[in-house]
């Protein structure tokens, strides 16, 4: 009988341990990720699991472009409860009405348009990350598409300020400094290699944009001539 007490007590306190671990090994939150990644991103970056695949650095991504989001709706909700009360105040039933229903109109398209607006970021990650990948692997990095995915999508924590300005200027460049740790340490490439990694495909798209624009304001002078 005692034997059989024992056991009971035992398989319980292995139960009861076996729930703490579950607990303990569970997944940060959201905000004490985006704090590591903005103060320790170094520290972050090296101990991310190998294993771990795209879901991670998905969820994390499109959080933190659905906070961004949010942030900027209530910002234009704000504006235009302003412009509504501005001319509402001016007695104009007919323009009172009129700015009502439009503001109604922009929200209701607004919300429609929140999760097509969060599934082209996500897509802009993906095409973002493999342009990056393929200077990676131009420069001798060998980890795994897997790996750059995960440097860029952490990468985009800053951009919760970047609709302040001034401190959004900042933030950009924080992301790309991000991105250079990232690449560093998931892909095991020097400081050098990381910063060229990340900054030849910006310099790349700039040059183009000014060739194209500068192609197109000549090809408009000569249509007028």
Do not use: D
């Not at 234009?76 to 009172?96: C, D, H, Q, T, Y």
């Not at 009502?100 to 996500?122: E, Q, S, T």
Request: hydrophobic share 60%; glycine share 6%.
């Amino acid at each position: 009988m005692a034997t059989i007490k024992s056991k009971t007590k035992k398989s319980k306190i292995k139960t009861i341990s076996t729930k703490i671990s579950k607990k303990t090994s569970e997944a940060p939150s959201f905000w004490s990720t985006w704090k590591r990644v903005m103060v320790e991103p170094a520290q972050f970056y090296q101990q991310l699991p190998a294993k771990m695949g795209y879901k991670e650095p998905s969820v994390f991504y499109l959080k933190v472009s659905a906070l961004l989001l949010a942030i900027l709706y209530v910002f234009l909700a704000f504006i235009a409860l302003i412009m509504v009360s501005f001319l509402g105040a001016l007695n104009i039933p007919m323009l009172s009405m009129i700015s009502a229903l439009g503001a109604g109109v922009v929200a209701l398209i607004a919300l429609i348009a929140f999760p097509f607006l969060l599934l082209f970021y996500w897509l802009c990650l993906w095409i973002s990350a493999g342009i990056t990948h393929l200077f990676v692997m131009l420069f001798g990095g060998t980890k795994g598409f897997n790996e750059t995915f995960k440097a860029a999508a952490y990468a985009s924590a800053p951009i919760l300020f970047s609709f302040i300005p001034m401190i959004g200027y900042a933030a950009s460049i924080y992301v790309i400094v991000l991105n250079v740790i990232g690449i560093q340490k998931r892909q095991h490439l020097n400081l050098g290699k990381s910063i060229a990694v990340i900054l030849l495909p910006l310099l790349f798209f700039a040059v183009l944009f000014l060739i194209l624009f500068f192609t197109f304001g000549l090809f408009r002078g000569m249509m007028r001539l």
